[in-house]
């Protein structure tokens, strides 16, 4: 699994990039069983980029300079047994990119002006992406997860060992018992306590491992905003928290040994976590919403004001119906929007557009449930200013 946040948002949403811009979506298969379907169907999906590249009217060479590095990707058999559920793929003259997304998208080939990334949204809203941190005394775990799943994420971001990573003598064990680590075929993990340390040489050196920990997860946090939420027994929860500084630490965390829970569950539960602590926030906002509306200007439902405020990095928290059909062309020049039918040359999704540019300047974007705002709104916001 990638991770994908504001600042891969902020590449796809440059308008330094030249077109055509090529965008690809497609479900994957997690189980091996079933990935040797995964490299067939990127297959057909790049015959139907190079149909769709020549249809809007590249020159053989931009066709292949663009396809070539996937083409090449075709042949790494290891890379197409470990998928996530989805993958998401962008290409134009000099620049690509690939994010294996725990999110199973509907298969979609775009060619225009900009990259697609309305089917990113369902990852963009509503703290849909998070961390999961399995805290096991002497060593972690660090799992992704979405919509559909966890997936640990690879064992170089971060020190995984305290003993290796402090640089101390590890005690001769006393193995108290052996349990299976629930998290997938043939791997477990022995248990195991030690002699040689008292009780707070063990906290303190667990305090400074997960202070190193912490640090690794920063660039997560500050360049993400992912949310993480906690995983262990109460002692080592504590003992994390009093030495981190990572922004988005949930106060709610999975009590218990990590090894108790497979992978589903530990996923339901992280879930459940996360959607609890959305859904404060969101009625947090909902109801500064309407604290403001028709008093200020720092509450408002009017799409354009909507659009250039995102662009200007003006909203604090956005509202959207994300089935919300609304197109326009934008003149930047004139600070203008053009209200026209999908499909008119140039023009843009205008939630898509308001959606990426509020969550690349790190505001909330939620969606909108049920009546909590008339049903023809297709998009509120509350201003910074």
């Known amino acids: 699994m990638d991770l994908f946040g504001q600042r891969e948002l902020m590449e796809l949403v440059d308008y330094g990039i030249e077109p055509p811009c090529l965008s690809l979506y497609l479900p994957m298969e997690r189980v091996t069983s079933e990935a040797h379907q995964n490299p067939v169907r990127f297959r057909n999906a790049l015959r139907r980029a190079h149909e769709e590249l020549v249809r809007w009217g590249a020159s053989p060479g931009v066709v292949h300079e ?79 997860g979405g919509p559909s799943g966890l997936t640990e994420l690879e064992r170089e971001r971060l020190p995984l060992d305290l003993w290796k990573a402090l640089q101390v003598d590890i005690p001769e064990p006393v193995v108290q018992y052996r349990t299976g680590l629930r998290l997938g075929p043939g791997r477990t993990h022995m248990a195991t306590h030690g002699h040689g340390y008292g009780r707070e040489d063990l906290k303190r050196l667990m305090a400074e491992y997960y202070r190193m920990v912490d640090r690794a997860l920063l660039p997560l946090g500050n360049e993400r905003q992912l949310p993480l939420v906690l995983v262990g027994v109460e002692y080592e929860v504590a003992i994390y928290r009093e030495v981190s500084h990572y922004p988005v630490l949930l106060p709610e965390f999975v009590a218990g040994s990590p090894e108790s829970y497979s992978l589903h569950e530990l996923h339901a539960r992280a879930q459940e976590i996360v959607r609890r602590w959305t859904d404060m926030q969101r009625q947090h906002w909902l109801e500064r919403f309407w604290s403001l509306y028709g008093k200020s200007p720092k509450a408002t439902d009017e799409v354009t004001t909507i659009v250039w405020s995102a662009y200007e990095g003006r909203i604090e928290a956005l509202f959207v119906r ?41 505001g909330h974007v939620f969606a909108l449930l049920g009546d909590e705002l008339p049903a023809e709104t297709a998009m509120a916001a509350v201003l910074r200013y």
Request: charged share 25%; glycine share 6%; hydrophobic share 45%.
């Open 66 to 144: 663009m396809l070539a590095p996937f083409e090449e990707l075709l042949e790494r058999e290891v890379y197409w047994l470990y998928q996530s559920d989805g993958l998401a793929v962008f290409a134009a003259p000099g620049y690509a990119r690939t994010y294996r997304l725990p999110y199973r998208f509907p298969e979609e080939v775009a060619v225009g002006e900009r990259f697609l990334v309305t089917p990113l949204l369902p990852l963009l809203i509503g703290n849909a992406q998070f961390l999961v941190l399995a805290l096991e005394k002497y060593r972690v775990r660090l799992y992704g």
């Open 322 to 362: 994300p089935e919300a059909e609304l197109w326009g062309i934008v003149d930047h020049a004139n600070r203008s929007v053009e209200f026209v039918e999908p499909g008119t040359p140039k023009a843009v999704r205008l939630l898509n557009e308001a959606v990426a540019h509020t969550f690349i300047r790190r």
